[in-house]
């Protein structure tokens, strides 16, 4: 790491300032401020990737192509945006292309058959919390299959914002920014995904 | 406030993202509104059930993937360091350097200047040849013979550079795809082709093309491609049978790593069997080696032949 990105991940008082000296150091060939910069995002990258697609697989397929493409094009980042935003627009895109194939493949089924019968891909996910509740196991086995299958008939974009907004806590303004439209365009495709999951799941209530 | 617009309104609200004044006015009618507020409660627990359908990351995937990525990232900045001279070549003449554009300009204008000189005039060309076609590649004489007239008549095939356009579904221009699938003088064009190919696997032929580049081709790039087009016919005999072979004698450590990816969707003896034998061979790529025991361990097959 070169001796001005050493310095700022050191100082570590101003986020901002930190990952601007981690991008031009990155920019200029240093590999290990290119590993900061990616450590500081990929957790939350691979957590939203893995939840839109629920394959490992898949999940690391968009990781590894979403930091790739960061790595051939980061010379080309100018602080027009916050890397965050230029970052989730890679991510996002790439999401989006991943859930229409699978629309398109219909890889979606719950269960898929193999030569040891019928297996539960989502049985498959692990659920610490609810691992932790014998009795919240039970109920998730129930419902998980009816939430997916839910999840599974928003359109893409209605997906993506459900699923940035809800368990990846972003800001309408900024899932909006990563997506190139505007914030009361996120704010209407959420509010389409939230009645259409109340709508199917109101007993969960 | 009309209840309708506030029912409505509340995800918003759980959410934090309601305009102030409309959350202002929510916030009044839930105050005088018993229906409503029990609405909000309802809401609210529905809200947070779903927290409950989040998927975790499986353990081990995070670090997996940032090892993979600064491997990737490694040979990237290796190629660039040091790119294949075909590379280099390529990138010389699209993008000389700064001194010699100038050059490169004036030996284009001398260039030109010189084939109009001596272009022959349109008169001394055969009547079935047109100008355009005065200076072609030829592929191959058919004959030559000398005319009654003096004259000398020559038949040949010629190569000229053409540009179509078309959807990918477009008979001609998949059948251009499948031809350049199997260029041997250009690996960039080939990963291209197979890219644009991947998709359309429902094609036999498609299908047949991704399974030769992934036994045959020489570059990794292009195996990988190939791979990507194949998962969806993992289940597929055939694909099976090839991605054992690669699994089996494919150098790269890379395209192994996605044949057992594939190969383990299904749980079959034979590939339990491929592994084992893989894992008894690759004595020094410890990640390989790694997979093969995880996949063996998940199929619940012991690790070594008896």
Known sequence: MTRAASLAVGAGSDHTMDEAALIRAAQQGDSG????????????????AMNLLRSPEDASDVYQEAFLRVYRNLHTFRFDCSFHTWLYRIVTNLCLDHLRKQKVRKQESVTVETEEGPLDRLANLPDDRAAMDPQRTVLSQEVRDRVVRVLDKLTPRERLVFEMRHYQGMRLRAIGDALGTSEEAAKNCLFRATQKMRAALGDLA | MTCDTARQLLPLLLYGELAFDDEESLEQHLAICASCRTACEQESRFHANLDR??????????????????????????????????????NWLTDPPL???????????????????????AELLPATVGASVANPSIARVRYVSNEPSGRVKVAFDEVRPREV????????????????????????????????????TDDEDVRKALLNALQGDKNSGVRLKALEGLKPYAKDVETRRVLRQVLMVDDNPAVRARAIDLLVENREPETAGVLQELLRKSHEDEYIRARCQRALSDMKASMGTF
């Not at chain 1, 590993?35 to 990258?45: H, I, R």
């Not at chain 2, 990232?73 to 040091?82: D, G, I, P, R």
């Not at chain 2, 699938?181 to 359309?200: F, Q, T, Y």
């Open chain 1, 33 to 48: 401020a290119f590993e900061k910069l990616v450590q500081n995002y990929d957790q939350s990258v691979l957590r939203l």
């Open chain 2, 53 to 90: 359908f989040e998927a975790s990351v499986p353990p081990g995937l995070l670090a997996q993937n940032r090892r993979m990525l600064m491997k990737s990232v490694a040979l990237e900045t290796e190629m660039k360091a040091h790119p294949p001279i075909w590379k280099r070549v390529a």
């Open chain 2, 99 to 121: 001194a010699l554009k100038p050059v490169g300009a004036m030996a284009m204008l001398a260039l030109g200047f010189g084939i109009a000189r001596w272009q022959p005039s």
């Open chain 2, 165 to 200: 356009e078309g959807a990918i579904d477009d008979e001609s221009i998949r059948k251009i795809l499948l031809a350049a699938a199997k260029d041997p003088m250009d690996p960039g064009i080939r990963v291209e082709s197979i890219d644009l190919l991947k998709a359309h």
